[in-house]
């Protein structure tokens, strides 16, 4: 049973315009969450971060929204640039109740030119 | 580059054969984690060593095991190895055991089993 799901395998978006990756998840007890990106033969590297006591983070061009209510993240990439192609995994963590990162599956972000 | 190495990159082998993957964290960094990648699936966290002690163990089958040395360094040991046991195993570190520490990830060892 996954604990953290992102639902579109891959997403195409032009270069410019806005990419919104999504993830969801089914604990309740999760409280800290990440985006990494993995490009092709690399380890995956950390992009941004959310305590579940806010709903929303902003780094750059990139930002984070958290709806607890609807036990729902997303990415917003604004502007899509072609170097942040890659695979992005959304991550979960319970720590204070012992669970440990839980990735999802991943969303390969096309950004074409 | 994260920091993390990790070695062999690839490494292929056979059914019923034992390997090991060794990892070397961060500079500073105490907590070692490890995770296996399956295609097309996510990453799958297998243990988490903190300091040369066990903090975690997630989905690790019982002929996997890890250890972390006192030079922090770690090695995951796979035996009895089977064709799912093919993927890509990271590694990562952390500075603290963990939390809302960010985890930074070596570059990944592609296992094949034949």
């Known amino acids: 049973d996954q604990q953290v799901k992102q639902n579109s395998p891959s997403l195409s978006v032009q270069e410019g315009r806005i990419s919104i990756l999504n993830c969801d998840y089914t604990?309740?007890?999760?409280?800290?969450f990440l985006w990494y990106k993995k490009y092709p033969a690399e380890g995956p590297t950390f992009l941004i971060s959310?305590?579940?006591?806010?709903d929303k983070n902003e780094d750059g061009r990139f930002t984070v929204f958290l709806n607890k209510s609807a036990k729902h993240l997303s990415l917003h990439i604004v502007p899509s640039q072609p170097g942040d192609s890659a695979v992005y995994f959304c991550?979960?963590?319970?720590?204070?109740?012992?669970?440990?990162?839980?990735f999802g599956p991943g969303t390969r972000l096309s950004v074409l030119p | 580059d994260s920091g993390v190495t990790q070695t062999p990159k690839h490494l292929i082998t056979a059914t019923g054969q034992r390997v090991t993957l060794r990892c070397s964290p961060r500079?500073?960094?105490?907590?070692v984690y490890w995770y296996q990648q399956s295609l097309d699936q996510g990453l799958q966290f297998l243990i988490q060593?903190?300091?040369?002690?066990?903090?975690a163990k997630g989905n690790i089958l019982e002929r996997f095991s890890a250890q972390q040395f006192p030079d922090l360094h770690s090695e995951l040991n796979l035996s009895s190895l089977e064709l799912g046991d093919s993927a890509l195993y990271f590694c990562?570190?952390?500075?603290?055991?963990?939390?809302?520490?960010?985890?930074?990830f070596g570059p990944g060892t592609r296992l094949t089993v034949l």
């Open positions: 500079s500073g960094d105490l907590s």
């Open positions: 990562a570190s952390s500075p603290r055991a963990g939390g809302e520490d960010t985890q930074y």
């Open positions: 060593y903190y300091n040369g002690e066990e903090r």
């Open positions: 991550a979960a963590s319970a720590w204070n109740y012992g669970q440990n990162f839980v």
């Open positions: 604990n309740s007890m999760f409280d800290y």
């Open positions: 959310i305590s579940s006591i806010k």
